[in-house]
């Protein structure tokens, strides 16, 4: 999933778009009884659609069957902490893993209820890792402590074949020909990258040799940011190893970001622009002010629906129930700014306590 996808679900649908969301555990044996709850809810979701009389027959029946086809598109090897099923009208379908627990339930209405998913995946760092080789430069998938390698949008780049005779435009002999012959490459490398950036702009760490990254400096643009850099050759290198090899890059990444954010903040309270506390932030937001949002990573909060507008409670969330309750308005806030445009930032914990733990640059 990446942010143009997401930006995708939260568009409305045809009524009825179906959401399915279940807890699923990683190890038996609770894990056994997934299986089962997964059937109970399809079961309650086709119950629902039958007896709406706003839905028909047919519309019914493909909802259904986009969410059957959803389930068996699960790898069950990548279970998560939470599993998300839409469907909707004309064979529209998706299923999630996520790392992430949600509150079992199924929901019928003109949208999917996306809110767990950018839960998920704004509170997870993410970033790309780009292991430049002469043999075969290959694109990793960040997120958290999880790398899997990405394949599409023209990754893994490998070079062109080079003629019997090893002359040409992409002749090895020679330092000229063979300079340009890595600056093509890398220009291939880079326009793939382009691709991937345009539909889900992340940091980049960048592995390679010395001469490697001095190539992708000369013609990486501005728009690429660099979150850090890993020194050596690791074609063919495991996941797990560079994992290993990014963590600390990508700390001291954030760590400098967190300064700046704080400077932002700061420069923004100067001139008018800032909200702190959930109450102030939450009204702002509402009325899509909100031009850049500052959260702790791990702040929740519930809120209580009161004539229409949401009121921040005290308590966990998850304690209060109630067809008014709101398990959790950090998220809605979140969701919110991203819905009308804004940029969301997660620092650690502790990180804002002078800004009652989430803080808002408006845009006016």
């Known amino acids: 999933m990446d942010a143009t996808t997401l930006s995708e679900l939260r568009k409305p649908r045809t009524y009825p778009a179906v959401s399915v969301l279940m807890p699923t555990f990683r190890r038996a044996p609770d894990n056994k009884q997934d299986p089962i709850r997964l059937r109970n809810l399809l079961a309650e979701a086709r119950r629902r659609l039958n007896e709406d009389t706003r839905v028909a027959p047919d519309a019914a029946d493909q909802v259904v069957r986009g969410l059957e ?52 995946y704004t509170r997870a760092s993410r970033f790309w890792l780009l292991s430049l080789s002469d043999q075969q430069t290959r694109l990793w998938d960040g997120r958290g402590e999880d790398l899997t390698e990405f394949t599409g949008q023209g990754f893994p780049v490998a070079p062109e074949p080079i003629d019997e005779e090893g002359v040409g435009r992409h002749s090895p002999r020679g330092g000229q020909h063979g300079d340009e012959r890595h600056r093509q490459l890398l220009r291939e490398v880079l326009s793939a990258l382009d691709r991937v950036l345009a539909r889900d702009r992340r940091p980049v760490i960048v592995a390679g040799v010395t001469r490697h990254q001095a190539f992708f400096d000369e013609l990486a643009g501005p ?14 290198a495991a996941a797990s190893t560079l994992a290993e090899l990014a963590r600390p890059v990508l700390h001291a990444y954030e760590d400098l970001r967190e300064v700046a954010v704080l400077a932002e903040l700061e420069a ?15 009204g702002l937001v509402e009325e899509g002010r909100g031009e850049h949002l500052v959260v702790e990573r791990g702040y929740y909060a519930p809120a209580v629906r009161t004539e229409g507008e949401l009121v921040p409670v005290d308590g966990r969330p998850g304690v209060l129930k109630g067809a008014d309750v709101v398990d959790d308005v950090v998220d809605n806030i979140i969701e919110t700014t991203l819905e009308y445009g804004g940029e969301v930032t997660f620092v650690s914990d502790g990180f804002l306590i002078d800004h009652d733990r989430i803080a808002l640059v408006t845009r006016f």
């Open 69 to 120: 086809e959803a389930v068996r598109e699960i790898d069950p090897r990548h279970v998560a902490d939470g599993l998300v099923l839409f469907a909707a009208p004309g064979g529209e379908h998706h299923a999630f893993a996520i790392d992430q627990p949600v509150d079992e339930r199924v929901i019928v209405d003109t949208s999917f209820a996306t809110r767990d998913l950018v839960a998920a």
């Open 223 to 236: 728009h690429v940011t660099i979150a850090g850099r890993i020194d050596g050759s690791y074609d063919g």
């Open 268 to 282: 923004a309270r100067s001139i008018q622009r800032y909200a702190g506390g959930l109450c102030e932030v939450l």
